[in-house]
Structures are given as structure tokens and as C-alpha cells.
């Protein structure tokens, strides 16, 4: 065996170790749609909203968000590979982005993974990547992030978890905005 075909075999073997949404058909299939279920019940069980509400000081509603607006923020934010690769280059700097690169590109072709559990955490400072597998400690994150809802702006306390979920949902939410908008 190769090197390379090593190298690929490993990689493929992490990356199945990342659960998540592998088919994405036309943006209407049945796995979108319960995979979007998933989410939506974990945003509610955690009262995520309420505790990014606390946070940031606002109102954010997810109301008009629906299946085809996830798949969009998936597809954008959600892609194993890239946020895999960011982090790597993240953590080490002499990291070979490029080879890495094409082998994630390929590998995207053969074995496409979306989650949005990345989706969620590409803009979080964690110390690890974290993928659907992961999403207990995404939860347990949450605790983490402190409740602003009572104090001035002089005593605002800063999480860049919380400005890390904020903005996943912010974005999440511009999609469904973007759309209603247009329609």
C-alpha cells in the first residue's frame, strides 16, 4: 500500500468517525428534513435560543427557518473537511494546508459529511474539533456562556463561545431572512 493510500484510509477512518448528514440530495429528501428535526430539538431541549438570548441582549427567533435554509447554512458553515482543515492549520501552523487541501477536496467528492454540530462550533475557540459525536460537549459548552440579560454594558461579560454560537444562528437565521425577503 501507498503512502498516500495510508494517508487516505486514515483520514477516511476519522471522518467517518464524525456522524452527520452524508446525503444531501436535492436539498428535499427525507434526511435533510429529519436531520433538521434533530437540530431544532436540540436548539429547544438546551434552550439554546434562550441562552444566546441572555447573552447577546436580543430577541433571535428561528421561526422562518426551514429545511432548505439549513441545508444552505450547512453547505456554507457545516462542511466537515473545511473546518477540519481550518482547524489543523489552526492548531498547527506549519501545517501542509495545501496536499491536505486537495485530499479533503477529493475525499468531499466520494464521501460528502455536513454536520451542524461543526456548523455551530466553526466560529467557537475550542481546544478540539468538534463534530456531531461531539455534541454532548457542545452542550456542556452552553453552561459556559454567561447570562448578560440584567447588567449594564460596563459589566457586559464576553464568551467567544457565546459570539461564536450568536453568530451560527445569526447566520442561520439570514438565510431564512434572505429568502422571506426575496419571496
Known amino acids: 500500500m501507498h503512502t498516500k493510500e495510508f494517508n487516505k484510509n486514515a483520514v477516511i477512518n476519522k471522518i467517518d468517525s464524525f456522524s452527520g448528514l452524508a446525503h444531501i440530495g436535492n436539498g428535499n429528501n427525507k434526511d435533510i428534513e429529519a436531520y433538521y428535526r434533530s437540530f431544532m430539538d436540540w436548539l429547544d431541549q438546551n434552550n439554546v435560543l434562550a441562552i444566546i438570548d441572555q447573552y447577546a441582549n436580543v430577541q433571535m427567533n428561528l421561526n422562518n427557518v426551514t429545511p432548505h435554509d439549513f441545508l444552505i447554512w450547512l453547505l456554507h ?9 481550518r482547524y489543523c492549520l489552526k492548531v498547527n501552523s506549519n501545517f501542509d494546508y495545501k496536499d491536505y487541501a486537495i485530499e479533503f477536496y477529493n475525499l468531499r467528492k466520494l464521501h460528502p459529511k455536513f454536520s451542524f454540530t461543526v456548523a455551530l462550533s466553526s466560529q467557537m475557540m475550542t481546544n478540539r474539533f468538534l463534530s456531531d459525536n461531539d455534541i454532548t460537549s457542545l452542550t456542556n459548552l452552553l453552561i459556559t456562556i454567561p447570562d448578560n440579560s440584567n447588567k449594564s454594558q460596563q459589566v457586559y461579560q464576553t464568551s467567544s463561545i457565546g459570539n461564536g454560537l450568536f453568530d451560527a444562528l445569526h447566520r442561520l437565521s439570514n438565510f431564512a431572512t434572505e429568502r422571506v425577503t426575496h419571496s
Open 77 to 85: 458553515y457545516g462542511d466537515v473537511y473545511d473546518n477540519l482543515l
